[in-house]
């Protein structure tokens, strides 16, 4: 479902998930959430929601933020390993596409 920024958990969960099963140092590990918005409308009606309070963006300019994402990680730390979570099939598969040869990524949801 679409849990806007609350999803953030998921992405903390499996970095703990990398160091306790896996062995993991976990300051290698940092869980980002790239906040574009949600068009969960009990989201975008909390008063108490914490997510970008805007429609989810989509297309171009969805794209544009993580490429822009992409970009500066990897000018950052140029050998890092990026997993892809909960970006919805409809953009999963084009953004798994546009960086698999560019950046060491997967996305669980469609390779695990």
């Given at each position: 479902?679409?849990?806007?920024?609350?999803?953030?958990?998921?992405?903390?969960?499996?970095?703990?998930?990398?160091t306790?099963?896996?062995?993991?140092?976990?300051?290698?590990?940092?869980?980002v959430?790239?906040?574009?918005?949600?068009?969960?409308?009990?989201?975008?009606?909390?008063?108490?929601?914490?997510?970008?309070?805007?429609?989810?963006?989509?297309?171009?300019?969805?794209?544009?933020?993580?490429?822009?994402?992409?970009?500066?990680?990897?000018?950052?730390?140029?050998?890092?390993?990026?997993q892809?979570?909960d970006?919805g099939?409809t953009?999963?598969f084009?953004?798994?596409?546009?960086?698999?040869?560019?950046?060491c990524?997967?996305?669980?949801?469609?390779?695990?």
């Amino acid at each position: 479902g679409d849990l806007g920024r609350n999803g953030m958990g998921i992405s903390e969960g499996k970095a703990l998930l990398y160091t306790v099963a896996g062995g993991m140092p976990p300051d290698r590990l940092l869980p980002v959430c790239l906040d574009v918005g949600t068009n969960n409308k009990a989201l975008l009606e909390d008063p108490t929601y914490t997510g970008l309070k805007q429609q989810r963006l989509t297309g171009a300019a969805y794209d544009a933020v993580v490429n822009e994402f992409m970009s500066a990680v990897q000018a950052w730390r140029p050998h890092v390993m990026v997993q892809f979570e909960d970006f919805g099939n409809t953009n999963a598969f084009r953004v798994l596409s546009s960086w698999r040869d560019r950046c060491c990524c997967f996305n669980d949801d469609m390779q695990g």
